[in-house]
């Protein structure tokens, strides 16, 4: 069975940076960041592709940066400048599909707060 562990969570002043990592127990097509604050839905931060195009949700465009190391099976979000809207849960996925069969993985999630 795949699994996805995250880490780098934790708490920061406003301003602060944090580096969160998911590792994977095997190769990932499509990495994506979501975060879900208290009482809201989960929405998408970032997303990288295999072949290493990012895409970002407008309000972190210029702050946060997705990377990955294929080698590692790992996906990184790095979050500069941040803000108490930054705050939530941020979970990894890893999605595609594998010798025609689908997949779809979540990581537990990590908690971000930023105090103001």
């Known amino acids: 069975q795949v699994q996805l562990v995250e880490s780098g969570g934790g708490l920061v002043q406003a301003g602060g940076s944090l580096r969160l990592s998911c590792a994977a127990s095997?190769?990932?097509?499509?990495w994506t960041w979501y975060r879900q604050a208290p009482g809201n839905q989960r929405k998408l931060v970032a997303t990288?592709?295999?072949?290493?195009?990012?895409t970002y949700e407008d309000s972190v465009k210029g702050r946060f940066t997705i990377s990955r190391d294929n080698t590692k099976n790992t996906v990184y979000l790095q979050m500069s400048d941040l803000t108490p809207e930054d705050t939530a849960v941020y979970y990894c996925?890893?999605?595609?599909?594998?010798?025609?069969?689908?997949?779809?993985?979540w990581g537990q999630g990590t908690q971000v707060t930023v105090s103001s």
């Open positions: 996925n890893g999605k595609g599909i594998w010798e025609w069969d689908p997949y779809d993985y």
């Open positions: 095997r190769g990932i097509a499509t």
């Open positions: 990288i592709s295999g072949g290493g195009k990012t």
